[in-house]
């Protein structure tokens, strides 16, 4: 995959967490689970409230 092929999207995440854009990729794809320190991380480069977050994943999990 060229760079012209990534989405915009995944390239703004990849600067903001200056990770390379397969780490982007593999959690975006389901391929790697985030430990709780990277979900934070990844939830304030994209502007996000983690705890809003985290607690919106907890009300619709299926239990």
Known sequence: MSQRDI???SVNKRWKLRKPQSFVAKYEGGERRLDVVEFITI???LGADPLKLFNAFLQ???R
Request: charged share 35%; net charge positive.
């Open 7 to 9: 989405k915009p999207a």
């Open 43 to 45: 939830a304030e480069a």
């Open 60 to 62: 619709a999990r299926p």
